[in-house]
């Protein structure tokens, strides 16, 4: 079944490129936090839907993928610059 199927049924009135948008508003971005001896903490996170786009999930019975788990560098060697 195709988004258009399910949206006539689930949510009349929704274009299927008005749900697109919607979906497209979910952002993927990475925080890194370093750590105090010399690693970094790097997160990779989905911002968190709107309501309207967590009804209209809801309502298509979909769920957005679990947040990665956090990665950790390993701590970088000093660079020692001659003088």
Do not use: C, N
């Amino acid at each position: 079944m195709s988004l258009g199927q399910r949206l006539k049924a689930l949510a009349p009135g929704l274009s299927t490129r008005r749900a697109l948008e919607k979906f497209a508003a979910v952002q993927m971005v990475d925080v890194h936090i370093p750590t105090t001896d010399g690693r970094e903490l790097w997160l990779t996170r989905y911002t968190q839907p709107e309501p309207e786009l967590k009804l209209l999930l809801e309502r298509l019975r979909l769920e957005l993928p679990p947040q990665p788990p956090p990665k950790i560098t390993a701590a970088q060697a000093a660079t020692h610059t001659p003088l």
